[in-house]
């Protein structure tokens, strides 16, 4: 039956080769070489002279664990697995135990799991001689293929726990990593540094081969329990933060670039950034991480709803409540990054009164999303958002550059009103009208909607 499946799936990337993937890949394995030359020559160092050290091993440990942690986000967004059977598999006898050996062994060839690997190989060529090359070939081949199998056992994974579990595993690997480099490693010989952090991984990729076959591989429906529920207004409130959840188009763009402000913003708030930056730019960037995940979502409002909106019109469908919640839901997104900004306050980055003013901003600036209901267009819901234009039409972007606006005008009552507690009661007040002025726009747009909604129901799904 392996040999089976191994044809099918053989037969079907023959047909369906992504040549995009492929060349993605190659930008990240020019894009690691490249920053790496760039760090060896800032430090006075070149790339012929990385591995020339008194202890010619000393560097393969860490550069291999350092790939490593790039090569994980790396297949997190290009690496999908076949973990669930089709109706094709469904028709043949293959056991639980015959599956899985068919995922370990896609692993085993996917090129994914050799890029790294070659990439070392060719580096370690450079400064170490045949046999110290071919064993760090061998530890980055070992490390690649236990991150495979961790992203493979995170797409099998069915619900947040399971995929919690993996996660954890992988952060306790990298913390005994730093241990080991920084106390075991050198107490030990150039080879046995090699073989005992081969051994660890080794242990690790057994225990998430082990953990991932006891994974189901297909929905076992007779175990799922239906309860009918009425659709409240809380209940539809909750339908944003699932869609929020499940689409990948939104997850992993809100994660990333939440992150990304909220780090930027604690960095520049404890760093001495006097004279670097102009006079209201780090008051106005904390702005960002409150307000930035709305533009994303907002700038196509109904991006998710239109793939049933045909549905929807079909029943005695509310605009303007669907309006309100949108809305609500944003308001919501803005407190919950806020909460995030809170200890900030307690460690003296910024003032109560400076994230409470930007927040109640943010809240009434939202409203300006709400107008993209009437030019938005369907989404792709199983699609991800890297390499994506599906949707992305002109007004799309130029409405969302729209949103800076309220940015610019941030920056520039920072940066000519002397006082600061001035530009704080200013946003604060006009959050407060915006929000108070939000049933009668919501209304106006509500009535526009319905009454053009045969020709925007047809737009929307070019």
């Not at 894009?31 to 790339?47: H, I, K, R, T, Y």
Request: net charge positive; aromatic share 16%.
């Amino acid at each position: 039956m392996l040999r089976i499946l191994l044809r099918h799936w053989w037969t079907i990337s023959c047909r369906t080769f992504d040549w995009k993937r492929l060349g993605v890949v190659a930008y990240f394995a020019l894009c690691m070489v490249f920053g790496m030359w760039v760090g060896l020559e800032a430090s006075g160092n070149s790339l012929s002279t990385l591995f020339h050290h008194p202890d010619s091993m000393y560097y393969i440990v860490p550069l291999v664990v350092g790939f490593s942690v790039s090569e994980v986000l790396m297949k997190l967004f290009l690496k999908h697995d076949i973990t669930g059977s089709d109706d094709y598999v469904n028709t043949k006898p293959i056991s639980r135990r015959t599956w899985n050996s068919f995922l370990f062994a896609l692993n085993l060839v996917d090129y994914l799991n050799w890029a790294v690997p070659v990439l070392v190989l060719i580096l370690a060529c450079l400064g170490l001689s045949l046999g110290y090359a071919l064993l760090a070939f061998a530890l980055a081949l070992l490390v690649s293929m236990t991150d495979g199998l961790l992203i493979t056992a995170h797409h099998k994974a069915q619900g947040w726990i399971f995929k919690l579990v993996l996660w954890l595993a992988w952060l306790v690997y990298y913390v005994f990593a730093a241990v080991f480099i920084a106390l075991l490693m050198p107490q030990l010989s150039p080879i046995w540094r090699v073989m005992v952090w081969g051994f660890v991984t080794l242990l690790l990729g057994i225990g998430i081969f082990i953990y991932m076959c006891y994974l189901p591989h297909y929905a076992d429906y007779r175990q799922q329990q239906h309860v009918a529920r009425r659709l409240t207004s809380g209940h539809l409130l909750s339908m944003d933060w699932k869609m929020l959840m499940r689409v990948k188009r939104f997850r992993m763009t809100i994660l990333l670039v939440s992150a990304i402000f909220v780090v930027q913003v604690y960095l520049n708030a404890r760093g001495n950034n006097d004279g670097v930056y102009p006079r209201g730019f780090l008051d106005t960037y904390l702005l960002m991480p409150i307000f930035f995940p709305a533009i994303i979502i907002g700038q196509n409002l109904l991006g998710v709803e239109s793939n049933f909106l045909h549905g929807l019109l079909t029943r005695p469908f509310d605009m303007e409540s669907l309006l309100r919640r949108k809305l609500l839901f944003f308001i919501q997104l803005n407190a919950l990054l806020m909460l995030v900004l809170l200890p900030g306050v307690f460690l003296s980055y910024w003032s109560l009164g400076k994230l409470l003013s930007s927040f109640i901003f943010s809240s009434g600036c939202d409203l300006f999303l709400l107008p993209s209901c009437l030019f938005s267009q369907r989404l792709d819901l199983n699609s991800t958002s890297f390499f994506n234009y599906q949707g992305g039409k002109m007004s799309f972007h130029l409405y969302g550059l729209l949103m800076l606006l309220p940015l610019m005008f941030t920056f520039a009552l920072y940066h000519f009103l002397p006082s600061g507690q001035l530009v704080q009661a200013i946003l604060a007040v006009i959050g407060v009208v915006l929000l108070s002025l939000s049933p009668f726009v919501i209304r106006r747009l509500a009535r526009y909607f319905w009454t053009k909604r045969h020709q925007l129901v047809e737009t929307f799904n070019q």
